[in-house]
């Protein structure tokens, strides 16, 4: 069946540091995938998609890359800010309307 | 727009207990779905709906029920809670299919003793 692995957290960075949030997957034919954000005390929100293979999504200074042949969609950010900080998951769903998959999450604290 | 609006925020139970989980959305989206956040194990799909009078089982589905019997209102129903049902419930729904960008809720977190 489909999953998603992602990075155990937390992950505990500096203002203004580079970011990344490692995420494979296992599925069957061409999934899409998702970054979903939580802030705290909310409900997710979708951060960036992408649909086909070498797509790249991306939304607030994050980007993630659809590479096929590696099965990952590893989230990135250039500097990172307080703002920032939330538990981050990967999600996917295979065509033909399956519902998503997610994976555990990954909690990011950036400090000032 | 309201969007995603789940009540209520807190609850607690009774081992044995039954209770309705409210969720409701104006954005006249077809594709609704129940989800239980759980630490360290993510999220888990319980029931999900393409649309009114259909609905289907997802990962978790036992010790739930659901109903859709109108586009907007999907409520979840515990049927006699169980102390492993202590959890926080997320309703969500999407416009256009499940590979849609889907709205979440605020989340019901329920204890059950």
């Known amino acids: 069946g489909n999953s998603v692995t992602q990075m155990e957290g937390p992950v505990t960075l500096s203002e203004e540091a580079f970011l990344t949030i490692n995420c494979t997957y296992t599925?069957?034919?061409?999934?899409?995938l998702f970054w979903y954000v939580q802030y705290p005390g909310e409900g997710l929100q979708l951060l960036l998609k992408?649909?086909?293979?070498?797509d790249k999504g991306s939304n607030k200074g994050f980007e993630a890359t659809y590479r096929k042949e590696t099965t990952s969609f590893h989230l990135e950010k250039g500097s990172v800010q307080v703002s920032d900080s939330a538990v981050y998951f990967c999600a996917l769903s295979s065509r033909g309307n399956t519902p998503l998959v997610f994976g555990k999450g990954t909690r990011l604290s950036v400090i000032a | 727009n309201a969007g995603v609006t789940q009540t209520p925020k807190f609850q607690v139970l009774k081992t044995g207990q039954s209770m309705t989980l409210q969720c409701a959305q104006d954005m006249n989206h077809e594709y609704m779905s129940w989800y239980r956040q759980d630490p360290g194990m993510g999220l888990r799909l319980i029931h999900y709906?393409?649309?009114?009078?259909?609905?289907d089982q997802g990962e978790v589905p036992n010790g739930y029920n659901v109903s859709r019997s109108t586009t907007e209102d999907f409520p979840l129903r515990l049927l006699s809670a169980a102390p492993s049902q202590t959890s926080v419930y997320f309703c969500?729904?999407?416009?256009?299919?499940?590979?849609?960008?889907?709205?979440f809720g605020p989340g019901t977190r329920l204890t059950v003793t």
């Open positions: 992408a649909t086909k293979a070498d």
């Open positions: 709906s393409v649309g009114a009078g259909i609905t």
């Open positions: 599925a069957t034919g061409y999934p899409s």
């Open positions: 969500a729904s999407s416009r256009g299919g499940l590979l849609d960008e889907q709205y």
